[in-house]
């Protein structure tokens, strides 16, 4: 008696010493998952905020890059003596042309500002203002200022980027400035706020808050270069671009940010930009801590009803027979628990043996596949998947058979024609050293691709709106000289024949000021479609700014392009448009310029057709003239 007592409660031992080991793996692997997840969760929502403020930097970059240029060459003619009201027409032309520019304006040595888009500032004294004190200080031909944001004189929240007028020797003759829009940037940040609890923040290198999204009135020049800061970290980290998770500095929100440097590599900037983008942390989490909660509750559950299941057995063993039938029972149940959690779990769990017959799959599964519990029982892998799906999972089904864990994603049609995509591990289990069948799991990331594949749209979108004039429908000016850029490389290389045709609207300001704007949009519009009609596909064609266009004739000769351009200039004296006061007709000068080869450049190409359009301006309008120097 007292021998099968001992042996009783080492049984007894055994079974609790398994069932322990079992519900502690069981919660390992619940809490592992979960850590895994949660790590997931953390790195997709890292990368999504990184990608985002990358967009930001793009875009801003261009804009910088397409502003330094236009700083430079109003430096350029303004110290050429090229002043004057026609200049103050041509700052406002420039000011309409510029993405992103709210105000440019000209001061001389004093700070005095001598020319400008708006005529309210003409006269105004700057010179105590920051953007032109921090070139004073140290002035610099090559670098481009930014200041930091100020209330500007017409009471714009702002920043400026200067660049300095050099004088004969080199010292300070004035300054070129540009007014960022902040109704620009604005919706800039907006478009990649996609979820409620996003925000978005536009610095100055200073430190100094420029801009927020949503909009907060209260935070704006808030400086964020306090000790500690993840402004501060970032900076001192000397890397373009980091994640933080913790409490903001500016609002003492916990939060995920995402910060990045915007500073052009191909700009001497004095001071960069900062975009930082966040989410609140308890958002990022959301649905981690649901599903946290939810499988822990199953978790406890199971642990006490598998603690009371195994009591009432023990005590059953040690009394009666009878008591061993209840056990068996109670070990039933056990299963019918630990099935009913994995029927209810939202993935599809299956176990197949080694001759690739089904053992055992869960309701997900059977939905999945459109298959009863019955038809699923014992059905082979290549009945259920299909030729061509076997065919395509048949090397992971031979590596997970020989042992090796196998992690995929794959597209599916479901019976209903529904495309799915899944996540699928394949799990080997061994026994005794040998794999005796495999577990199955699959999880539907079907949403996660489609917020992918929406991103990449969302992508492609920008990329049309970073080169494309968003009124003509032609390439803008920065994409336009890109592409020329590379035709004269090809050209030289090859000794290939090539045509520049700049184009302006003879008397457009009068078109403007006698049938109004939206008038105006439609010349330049009908320009646009009548050059695409009339010109090659292979043929580039730009918007330079303002009324005026540039088309470069690829492998293009003199008497062909001139033939061309006066095609063009005949074509756009036929076009005449409805408005309010009437018929609206309107004609083109064009200058024509050919490429020398080898040594001659845009630039010069760009020069020469200039002044063969100002000939042609000069001559009555409504013609084609050309060049012939260098």
Known sequence: MDTHLSRQARHARIHWLFLGLGLLTLGGVIGGNLFQE?????????????????????ITDQNLSALAPVLADLSRDWTRGDSGRDFNSRLLTLTDALTGARTLSVLDGQGIIQASSRPELLGFDASQRAY??????????????VSPPHRTTLGVF??????????????????????LDPEFFFPLLTS????????????????????????DETAMGKNLAQPGSFFTQHRESGRGANVFSGRLHSTGEYRMLAVRTIQPPALKLDTPLVVGISRGMSGVFASWRREAFW??????AAVLLSVLGMAGYQKRQ??????MADATRNLAENERFIRTITDNIPGMVAYWGRDLRCVYANPAYFEWFGKSREEMQGIHARDLLGEELYRKNEAYLMSVLEGEPQTFERTLVKPDGSRRYTLNRYIPDFEEGQVRGFFVLASDVTELKNTQTELERRIRELDILAYTDHLTGLANRRHFLARAQEEVGRSTRYGQPLVFLMLDIDSFKDVNDAHGHDAGDAVLTSLAETMRAELRATDLTGRLGGEEFGVLLIQTGFNE????????RQAFEHICLESRLGALCFTVSIGLAVFHGSEDSLEKLMKRADLALYKAKAAGRNQVCCTTGG
């Open 561 to 568: 392009g001139l033939a061309i351009a006066e095609r063009l």
């Open 318 to 323: 040690r009394t009666h027979a009878r008591e």
């Open 38 to 58: 949660r790590s997931r969760i953390e790195a997709r929502e890292q990368e999504r905020l990184l990608f985002t403020t990358r967009i930001v930097q793009q």
């Open 132 to 145: 032109f004190q921090s070139i004073r200080q140290a002035p610099d031909p090559d670098r481009l200022y």
């Open 295 to 300: 499988q822990g509750g199953l978790f406890c």
């Open 192 to 215: 990649v706020l996609d979820t409620p609890d996003m925000r978005a923040d536009l610095v100055h290198g200073s430190g100094d808050l420029f801009m927020t999204a949503p909009a």
């Open 158 to 179: 702002a920043i400026n980027v200067s660049r300095m007028i050099p004088g004969p020797s080199g010292e300070l003759a004035g300054v070129v400035t540009a007014t």
